[in-house]
């Protein structure tokens, strides 16, 4: 938790997740392997198309879809995705973990974000961002999701809220200080608890 105060001190909060209902499990989808100015503009044409709601999901034909979420990158295979999620929450509109895991292209991410920003599950996400911070501070160093994620779910209160606002504030200190390379540790919030720091900054 002391992590969590210094960023949301230092961040203020996310706001998070963009956009509400089944347009946050669409976004979820998207989402992987690109970044999300790359989505919103895949979210913007499926309103556009009036397309962003599950008869319309489902009855499009696939190219038609693959061709509206075209900027989100790998759009073939996820517009797939999109139709097998559809497909899932329309025979299954509150699915558990395990369903949505059997979604074929869905990982523990994916359905973590939907669970939590969704249905309001509390269930923490973990992400590479996650892994960076974390393995920086010298919290953990491995690279296993489920482990990872219940460190954190024993540590910090099971509190919805506070699980969606921890990950949007790791996801904004990855992108504006704690970068893959050249990260601006003279600037960062947790500089006097980072392992990484402390060594660089000792030689
Ligand atoms: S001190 Fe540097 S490496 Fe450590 S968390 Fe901050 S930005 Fe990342």
New binding site residues.
Partial sequence: MAIYDKLYQFYGPQNWWPGEGLEIAVGAVLTQQTNWSNVEKALTKLKEADCLDLDCLQSIPISRLESLVRSSGYYKVKAQRLKNLINLLISEPNPNREMLLNVKGLGNETADSILLYLFEEPYFVIDAYTFR?LD??GLYSGDNYMELQRIFMENIPNDIQLYKEYHALLVKHAKS??MKRE???LA?P??NQ?Q??LEKSTG
């Fill in positions: 911070i920086r501070i200080c704690c990260p601006k540790c960062c947790l500089r980072c990484y720091y």
